[in-house]
């Protein structure tokens, strides 16, 4: 286990922060003096985390349901892991309060864990809502958009850049349906000065800027994933396409963006305008996320009924009974992770048996979908850091879903040479080697 430099500034006087009594190695550098298990007893396995396990935690207290994440020292090989950690525990407590972010309520050091305690999001993931009803009409979409360019403008205005945004990472707050949703996993998050630019290429495959893959980026690349990101809500597909995350690279950077007929016939000239605003390669003509939030289409919602008024819009797939659409959809089965000496993953169709990410906070499992059409049905490998000593287990599971860590690029196409990423298609659009043909690969 890596340790703290004992030079380094304290990073947690913005939240609580304790240790044990007599801890021989600190990582934090907490002064306060506390167990966990004074204040709080845990429960239920939820999921993975990149370094640890997380679970349910109630208040013994108060009786209040919170998350803990539970990081193993162990897995702390490197001085970056352990800047990692610390730089992800201080971007939480600095962004805690803001009610579209995950709230950090706690973290305890014990001499084999940091336990970080955190708001329980009992929706789960904006992604298990994507794979149960598909893409969203444009006002649930608008709605949920706003909010989360709320939350990157604030990010942005604290001097912070994500740079893992995606569905995963989005929660709702409650299972309601009117739920709002919380930022989360911050562990790619840094600090970004103005002027600056990052080198390192991070963050997930479909929304990814091409700028993080050409090397020197700054908050722009939040701009570019959260236009994915609405461009998967109301399309339910994604805007760059590739059967291989090399190929996906490969449209990410060519950004030959495209609407097709079907929905985006459907769908308002305004969004589609914002949307080629946030997907401009030229990061010099690209909206910021201030003059995305202040955008017609995120702000008025009339102006979107007028829009679509004249054209009528289309569902494809719609529920009758709560207005929701299931037109592409992304399922899971076994959870692999890839890194060195790790599994490999064949395709056997029609079933691929591969799964995407845990959800951490995920309290009820995704729903399946009993309908697929041709093979086109979504399968993700995930990719996981190792570390160059070979610490890290493999097959370790993870909560993200195809994040790249720096360092990693250049290892990727080793490491996976066959992932395939195939995308469900609705029956009311046309066949899937029409579909298939319409996409970038």
Known sequence: MAVANSKTKSLFSLCNCYRVACLKETILDAHKIANLSDQYSLGEHLGWGQFGIIRECIDKFSGEVLA???????????????????????????????????????????????????????????????????????????????????????????????????????????????????????????????????????????????????????????????????????SGIPPFWGKTKSRIFDAVRAADLRFQSNPWDFISDSAKQLIKGMLCRDTSNRLTAQQVLDHSWVKNTMAVIRDLSGRGEQQCGMDSENGRTSLYVMTRSQDISFGVGSPSCEIMSPTFTCKSSFSSFMVDPPTPLSETYGDMDLKAVEVRKSASDGARTPGLHSRRNHTISLGEFEQLEVMVTESVIRWASCTHLPTANSLRSSLVC
């Open 68 to 234: 803990c994440k539970s990081i193993s020292k162990d897995r702390l090989v490197t001085q970056e892991d352990v800047r990692s950690i610390k730089l992800e525990i201080e971007i939480m407590s600095t962004l805690s309060g803001h009610p579209n972010v995950v709230d950090l309520k706690a973290v305890y050091e014990e001499e084999d864990y940091v336990h970080l305690v955190m708001e329980l999001c009992a929706g789960g993931e904006l992604f298990h809502k994507l794979e149960k009803h598909g893409r969203f009409s444009e006002y649930e979409a608008r709605v949920l958009f706003r909010h989360l360019m709320q939350v990157v403008v604030y990010c942005h205005d604290k001097g912070v850049v994500h740079r893992d945004l995606k569905p995963e990472n989005i929660l709702l707050a409650t299972k309601s349906s009117s739920s709002p949703i919380k930022l989360a996993d911050f562990g790619l998050a840094t600090y970004i000065k103005p002027g600056q630019k990052l080198h390192g290429t991070v963050g997930s495959p479909f929304y990814i800027a091409p700028e993080v893959l050409a090397g020197g980026y700054d908050q722009a690349a939040d701009v570019w994933s959260a236009g994915v990101i609405l461009y998967i809500l109301l």
